[in-house]
């Protein structure tokens, strides 16, 4: 069988190497993802940073095989997942046991709870359908739906039994984001992708979710992949950085290196750009120019046009990875005499 | 002072199902020419009815009064209110949804113009062009459509249409919300840029707290149609009174993993605004909760001069809380 693999690393969970993926528009092929490459260890949290268009997205969709198709397919590379023994390589999965690794094994938390959920379905009979679906060890209606209170319970919802009928409208969003993420460990997985999971929320609210998805790490084990623009949740929450920037990773590191020496000039502008409450400055640093067109990349830097350290190597092909640290690396000429 | 606007107990209520929903209740706030104004709080909070009510944008008041200027809005009769709408002006929070797919850029700014009459029929476009080159926007791009720009643009567009007409406040409805944070910056920028220039009144609604730091010299604090704290910026950010202000705070994520925030959570969320709690709205969820609190309707107070608080925990307090 072809989709089965080693991983790199044992004590990944899931090990992205060299990703590629397309989309066929009507302006030409669109490279979403280019050349992406990071893992997630076991039990740690993965935050991926970057701005709307960079890919994010797309990377976090590959993974669970739920690229648009036919526009968009995956050209390259490969997407390792740990279930346990076998490795998978998810980029020739068939569907038939990608739809058994999905909720088994790696499950997803979607940005807009509303859109996510089902309107007319009771949001316990959703997660029932899960546990139906994936879990062998519920067989009985009146097990599955024990299951699924103790699940809702879990998630911190106080009274499961009311809210077991409800419907996503008579929730609030808060409510509906925590019925998702129930939804999403429900079998145990081994990777939780949560894509945005709370910039539909409130502060107040982001607050409960974030705790809530840091004790369920804790409870379950289980590797996180958070995908953001976010800075200050990536701070609180993640254990290791990746940032993204028109479709490829310009820097990645754990996140005490990311902060305090953020290499990549990007990195430093995402930093500055965002006013910081209790920090007072009285101009904000505003990135100028936008991202370039992704219909045709430039053959430098993607970031050159819009970088305030830009110098001559910059015109040159587009840099490689350099190693600050064995966990730190940047893709830029300015740091090309510090490897 | 030189005061622009005053909101006078401003009430807003919509009949619905479940019974009056009590959108905007009592608010009162006055706006110093060539300041920004700040409020804040969760969705659904009434911050954006607020506004709204302010433009007389949103049908008649429940009650209270609002006045721009000296006249109330409110009385005026329609020729009245159509010289005083140009003065007035609102930038919206989707620059998707709120510019029109069908004009192109320089209709989109030149259309109120001429409307108003406010330049010469020939001068219209290059007015247009000028207001465009103000903000940001290259002015040959103005026989392009909305959809040929990108989100930083389109909010650009929908500032240079309020701007020009020379309006002296601006209503600012969560206008870099739906942006990326290195656009958000350049819009707050040009914001800041504008009043600078054209001694613009800005009532900046945002759920965002940090950028409302950055740009208001004054914010209020709402919760469920009410305000709960009010003050100048760094005092309500220095020294916030109200337990909610004070976990609004303290939920902002700090990018910087060194810090371990003490976070105040609170349970549950907004409760509904047509079955709001007794008391005090905010009781149910609130940390510092005593007997009085669901009893008794806490009422806006001056705690120290210019910072006001509606809390019973803060007035039994000897010394206010303070937050570290």
Redesign the interface.
Same mark, same amino acid.
Do not use: W
């Given at each position: 069988m072809a989709y089965l693999t080693q991983m790199k690393n044992r004590e990944n969970v899931l090990e992205i190497e060299n990703l590629q993926v397309q989309f066929d528009t009507e302006g030409g092929i669109v490279r979403s993802v280019d050349g992406v490459s990071f893992s997630v260890p076991k039990g740690s949290v993965v935050g991926l940073v970057g701005e709307s268009g960079c890919g994010k997205s797309v990377t976090s969709l590959s993974v669970m095989g739920l690229l648009q198709k036919p526009q968009g397919k995956i050209t390259g590379g490969e997407i390792r997942l740990n279930p346990g023994e076998n490795a998978y390589n998810l980029v020739n999965t068939p569907e038939k046991v990608l739809q058994k690794l999905r909720g088994d094994v790696v499950s997803m938390v979607f940005q807009e709870p509303m859109t996510a959920l089902n309107p007319v379905i009771s949001v316990g009979k959703q997660i029932d359908e899960v546990i139906f679906l994936h879990d062998t060890r519920y067989r009985t209606k009146e097990a599955i739906r024990s299951r699924t209170l103790e699940l809702l319970k879990l998630v911190g919802i106080a009274n499961p039994q009311g809210i077991y009928k409800l419907y996503p409208h008579q929730l609030s969003g808060g409510m509906r984001q925590r019925i998702m993420i129930g939804m999403a460990i429900a079998c145990n997985p081994r990777l939780l992708i949560a894509d945005e999971p709370t910039t539909a929320l409130d502060v107040t609210i982001q607050a409960q979710i974030l705790e809530l998805l840091q004790n369920l790490k804790q409870e379950l084990g289980c590797g996180i992949l958070l995908i953001t623009h976010d800075l200050g949740v990536v701070a609180g929450m993640a254990d290791f950085v990746v940032v993204m920037y028109a479709g490829r990773v310009v820097e990645k590191g754990t996140v005490a290196e990311i902060f305090a020496q953020p290499a990549h000039p990007y990195t430093i502008a995402l930093m500055k750009a965002k006013p910081v409450v209790g920090q007072q400055q009285d101009r904000l640093y505003a990135i100028g120019g936008k991202v370039p067109n992704p219909v045709e990349l430039p053959p430098h830097c993607y970031f050159k046009d819009r970088c305030s350290h830009a110098f001559e190597p910059c015109a040159g092909d587009y840099p490689c990875e350099i190693s600050l640290s064995p966990t730190h690396t940047v893709s830029c000429y300015k740091e090309a005499g510090n490897g | 002072m030189d005061e622009i606007l005053r909101v006078t107990d401003l009430k807003k209520y919509y009949p619905g199902r479940a019974g009056v929903i009590k959108a905007v209740d009592g608010v009162n706030f006055s706006i110093a020419k060539g300041t920004t104004f700040g409020l804040v709080g969760? =969705?659904g909070c009434g911050k954006s009815t607020t506004g709204r009510m302010i433009l007389r944008l949103g049908g008649s008041l429940t009650g209270g009064q609002v006045l721009f200027q000296g006249q109330d809005v409110y009385a005026l009769n329609p020729k009245q209110l159509r010289t005083l709408r140009p003065k007035m002006q609102i930038v919206f929070q989707d620059p998707f949804s709120s510019l029109s797919p069908r004009m192109t850029v320089g209709e989109i700014i030149g259309e109120a113009v001429r409307e108003h009459h406010l330049v010469p029929k020939k001068e219209v476009a290059n007015y247009v062009g000028h207001i465009m080159d103000i903000c940001g926007l290259d002015s040959y791009h103005k026989n392009r459509y909305p959809h040929e720009f990108?989100?930083?643009q389109r909010q650009r567009i929908g500032i240079a249409r309020a701007l020009a007409l020379q309006p002296e406040f601006i209503l600012c409805d969560e206008p870099v919300s739906a942006l990326?944070?290195?656009?958000?910056?350049?819009i707050?920028?040009l914001l800041?840029d504008l009043q600078a220039q054209y001694r613009l009144t800005y009532l900046f609604i945002s759920?965002d707290? =940090?950028?409302v730091?950055?740009i208001c010299h004054e914010i209020a604090v709402m919760y469920l149609g009410k305000i709960v704290e009010q003050g100048a910026t760094r005092q309500v950010?220095d020294n916030p009174l109200h337990p909610y202000t004070q976990?609004?705070?303290?939920?902002?994520?700090?990018?910087?993993?060194?810090k371990?925030?003490s976070?105040i959570?609170?349970q549950g =969320?907004?409760p509904s605004p047509a079955d709001p709690p007794s008391g005090c709205p905010f009781h149910a969820r609130c940390p510092h909760r005593m007997d009085i609190c669901p009893k008794e309707v806490p009422t806006l107070r001056e705690i120290e001069p210019g910072h006001f608080c509606a809390c019973h925990f803060v007035e039994v307090q000897d010394t206010p809380l303070y937050f570290p």
């Open positions: - | 969760e =969705s990108s989100g930083g990326d944070v290195s656009v958000q910056a350049q707050v920028n800041q759920h707290l =940090s950028v730091e950055h950010y976990a609004l705070l303290s939920a902002i994520p700090i990018p910087d993993p060194t371990k925030t976070r959570l609170l =969320s907004l």
